[in-house]
C-alpha cells in the first residue's frame, strides 16, 4: 500500500509517498481502507518532535489519526462491524494511528459507523475536533441549556464545531476570528461574532458561563477575565493554568486533552443524522501535498479542515 512515510524530525522535506506492507490487524481491530484521511495541528507538533507524546515514536513513522473508509477485515474478537462497514475515528491518539495511508490497523472502540450525510472526506476530518469539541462542553464544562458560552478561534478545526455543538445544546454562544471569518461563524449559528483584530474581547463581552478556548496563550486570559465568578474554562491550547487561577482564583480553569471513544462519536452522529453538526471542509488534496498541508496548518489562518486522499 501507499503511505505518507516521516524519515526524521523537523520539516516537512522529511515527508515521502511510499511503498510501506499493509498493517496486520489483533483480535480487537479491523482493517479499514481508508477512502481520506484528516490532519490536525497535533501533526504538525508531532512532525517536528515539539509533542510531548512524539517521544512515543521512532522513525521512520506514519503519522495521522483521523480517518474515514471501509472495513475490509475484522478481528476474531470484534463483534460490532463486518466487512463492508463505512467507518470514521480518531485512530490510537495520542500514539501512532498510522492514518496518512490507504490502510489502517484500528481498534473497533475507536470507530463508528460513518453518517450516511457525511462524505467520506468530510467524516474524516471530523474524529479529533469533534470528540475535542464535545468532551470539552460537556465532560469537562459540564454545558447547560440557557448558558452563555464564548468560542475562541471559532472559525478553526475544532472551534467550527464547538460553535455548532454549544448551540445544538441550547447555548447562547459568541464566537472570535478574524473579519474575513465572521460571514462562517454566523453561519454556524454563533449568536455574536467578535474580530479579535479589532475589538477587545474584554470591552465586549461579559458574565460568561463558559468559555472554550482554542487559540491559546495570546487570549487565554481575556477569556478568563470575561467570566462570571465561578464561570469554567476550558482550554485545549494553553497549559499553564496556575497563571490563570493566579489572576482569576474565582474560576475552574482546566487544560484537557482529546481521548478516543467510539461512543461519543455515535453520540455525536445523532447530531449529524438530526443536521444539527456540519463538517465544513475547506480543501480536499492528493496525500502528495501534504507538505503544504502541514505549511498551511502550522500558520494558523486555516479555516475548518483539510483532508486528503491517496
Ligand atoms: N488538547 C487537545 O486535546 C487538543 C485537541 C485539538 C486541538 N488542540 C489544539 O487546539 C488548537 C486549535 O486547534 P484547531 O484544529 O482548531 O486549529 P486550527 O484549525 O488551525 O485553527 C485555525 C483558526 O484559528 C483562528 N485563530 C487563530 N488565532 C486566533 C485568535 N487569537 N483568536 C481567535 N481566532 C484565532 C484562525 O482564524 P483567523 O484566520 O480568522 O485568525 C483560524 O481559522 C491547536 O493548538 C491544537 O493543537 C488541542
Do not use: C, F, M
Given at each position: 500500500m501507499k503511505a505518507v512515510v516521516l524519515?526524521?524530525?523537523?520539516?516537512?522535506?522529511?515527508f515521502a509517498v511510499q511503498e510501506v506492507p499493509k498493517p496486520t490487524i489483533q483480535p480487537d481491530e479491523v482493517l479499514v481502507h481508508v477512502k481520506a484521511f484528516g490532519v490536525n495541528p497535533a501533526d504538525f507538533k508531532t512532525r517536528s518532535g515539539v509533542?510531548?507524546?512524539?517521544?512515543?515514536y521512532t522513525h521512520p513513522i506514519i503519522l495521522g489519526w483521523d480517518m474515514a473508509g471501509e472495513v475490509v477485515e475484522v478481528g476474531s474478537?470484534?463483534?460490532?462491524f463486518t466487512v463492508g462497514d463505512a467507518v470514521y475515528g480518531m485512530v490510537n491518539f495520542p500514539k501512532p494511528?498510522?492514518?496518512?495511508?490507504?490502510y489502517v490497523a484500528a481498534p473497533a472502540a475507536h470507530l463508528a459507523l460513518k453518517p450516511a450525510k457525511l462524505s467520506f472526506e468530510e467524516a474524516s476530518a471530523a474524529p479529533l475536533a469533534v470528540l475535542t469539541a464535545w468532551q470539552a462542553l460537556t465532560?469537562?464544562?459540564?454545558l447547560k441549556s440557557g448558558e452563555k458560552v464564548l468560542v475562541q478561534a471559532a472559525s478553526g478545526g475544532v472551534g467550527h464545531l464547538g460553535v455548532q455543538l454549544a448551540k445544538a445544546l441550547g447555548a447562547y454562544v459568541i464566537g472570535t476570528a478574524s473579519g474575513k471569518n465572521e460571514e462562517f461563524v454566523r453561519s454556524l449559528g454563533a449568536d455574536e461574532f467578535i474580530d479579535y483584530t479589532k475589538t477587545s474581547i474584554e470591552e465586549s463581552v461579559?458574565?460568561?458561563?463558559?468559555v472554550f478556548d482554542t487559540?491559546?496563550?495570546?487570549t487565554i486570559f481575556a477569556s478568563a477575565n470575561?467570566?462570571?465568578?465561578a464561570g469554567r474554562l476550558i482550554s485545549?491550547?494553553?497549559?499553564?493554568m496556575d497563571k490563570v487561577l493566579a489572576v482569576r482564583p474565582d474560576i475552574h480553569a482546566e487544560r484537557i486533552l482529546v481521548h478516543t471513544s467510539g461512543d461519543d462519536l455515535r453520540t455525536i452522529n445523532e447530531f449529524i443524522d438530526e443536521g444539527k453538526l456540519k463538517i465544513s471542509v475547506s480543501e480536499v488534496l492528493p496525500a502528495n501535498q501534504i507538505a503544504d498541508v502541514h505549511q498551511k496548518l502550522e500558520s494558523?489562518?486555516?479555516?475548518g479542515k483539510i483532508v486528503l486522499t491517496f
Open positions: 524519515s526524521n524530525w523537523g520539516g516537512v522535506e522529511n509533542a510531548p507524546y512524539s517521544k512515543a474478537g470484534v463483534t460490532t494511528g498510522q492514518a496518512y495511508a490507504q465532560e469537562h464544562g459540564q461579559s458574565e460568561v458561563d463558559l487559540a491559546g496563550a495570546d470575561v467570566l462570571k465568578p485545549i491550547a494553553y497549559g499553564d494558523r489562518r486555516t479555516t
